[in-house]
């Protein structure tokens, strides 16, 4: 009923740019806070940035001054602006959804992000 689809994905060479998008459909509810987690091999899902429906971003350190999050209420689509992109940055990027009033979590299904040294 819900689905979270995400692009933007890719291989990039260091210091190079990206721009995830993610699009949440098939239900009408009000969204709450939106999210970007990744994980990369070997490693547990961390998150790296978060956004309230009323614009309040949430950083990991690691990514703070070279990422952006983003988000447009009327379209339920998310966006995570990746600079100054780095080998430590490769992984699967995975959007997250949760819903206003209501107990639910929703996850995409991912997309890869590759940088090359």
């Known amino acids: 009923q819900v689905q979270l689809v995400e692009s933007g994905g890719g291989l990039v060479q260091a210091g190079g740019s990206l721009r995830l998008s993610c699009a949440a459909s098939g239900s009408t509810f009000i969204i709450g806070v939106m999210g970007w987690y990744r994980q990369a091999p070997g490693n547990l899902r961390e998150l790296v940035a978060s956004?309230?429906?009323?614009?309040?971003?949430n950083y990991a350190e690691g990514v703070k001054g070279r990422f952006t999050i983003s988000r447009d209420n009327a379209k339920n689509t998310v966006y995570l602006q990746m600079n100054s992109l780095k080998p430590e940055d490769t992984a699967v990027y995975i959007c997250?959804?949760?819903?206003?009033?209501?107990?639910?979590?929703?996850w995409g299904q991912g997309t890869q992000v590759t940088v090359s040294s």
């Open positions: 956004i309230t429906r009323g614009g309040s971003t």
């Open positions: 997250n959804v949760r819903p206003l009033y209501i107990r639910a979590d929703y």
